[in-house]
T-cell receptor, first 113, second 114 residues
Framework: QKEVEQNSGPLSVPEGAIASLNCTYS??????FFWYRQYSGKSPELIMF????GDKEDGRFTAQLNKASQYVSLLIRDSQPSDSATYLC?????????????FGKGTRLHILP | GAVVSQHPSRVICKSGTSVKIECRSL??????MFWYRQFPKQSLMLMAT?????????EQGVEKDKFLINHASLTLSTLTVTSAHPEDSSFYIC??????????FGPGTRLTVL
């Protein structure tokens, strides 16, 4: 089993709808979880992080974490064409700044105008 | 967030030459930086962890003699691709953490080896 798994997509969502991106991880001891957005030809940008079970909201983005199921998701409300990108789920190997991060392969999201 | 810069943003070189890429943390000190490589339409691949004042830690399968990493100060890490070949053409990205384990990425360097 891969350490961080995501559906590669592409996921097509109509403009204005909710985009739901999912991720599962294998290390039950993981404590923090990140979502990065990567536009084509650009480097990843951190958009959300979550540490506790439940939901965390930031503007149109909501991260959801279920540690029992080892599942983390990202919801994007009122999807816009500018949300079209690859979304990377990332799970650090530890809590320190020198700990490496395991990235999923990413889900390509396409918002249909 | 934290600001990480890379230079150059794009480089084209001839096969057999060496190319140096710089990664700088602009508004914080980074004892650790990370170097990634990404081929077109593929996922990020961690190449090595760069540690200030000590040797880098390379991931399995990454040739340390080909990809030289130097982390001489708390704000600068360099990656040198030695004797570059066309198969080394890729998007090289560095990252650093400011305080916790959140990594912030530089804008990347696109290397093309002719």
């Amino acid at each position: 089993q891969k350490e961080v798994e995501q559906n590669s997509g592409p996921l097509s969502v109509p403009e204005g709808a909710i985009a739901s991106l999912n991720c599962t991880y294998s290390d039950r001891g993981s404590q923090s979880f990140f979502w990065y957005r990567q536009y084509s030809g650009k480097s990843p940008e951190l958009i959300m992080f979550i540490y506790s079970n439940g939901d965390k909201e930031d503007g149109r983005f909501t991260a959801q974490l279920n540690k029992a199921s080892q599942y983390v998701s990202l919801l994007i409300r009122d999807s816009q064409p500018s949300d079209s990108a690859t979304y990377l789920c990332a799970v650090p190997k530890g809590v320190n700044r020198d700990d490496k991060i395991i990235f999923g392969k990413g889900t390509r999201l396409h918002i249909l105008p | 967030g934290a600001v990480v810069s890379q230079h150059p943003s794009r480089v084209i070189c001839k096969s057999g030459t060496s190319v140096k890429i710089e990664c700088r943390s602009l508004d914080f000190q980074a004892t650790t930086m990370f170097w990634y490589r990404q081929f077109p339409k593929q996922s990020l691949m961690l190449m090595a962890t760069s540690n200030e004042g000590s040797k880098a830690t390379y991931e399995q399968g990454v040739e340390k003699d080909k990809f030289l990493i130097n982390h001489a100060s708390l704000t600068l890490s360099t990656l040198t691709v030695t004797s570059a070949h066309p198969e080394d053409s890729s998007f090289y990205i560095c990252s650093a953490s400011r305080s916790s384990n959140e990594q912030f990425f530089g804008p990347g360097t696109r290397l093309t080896v002719l």
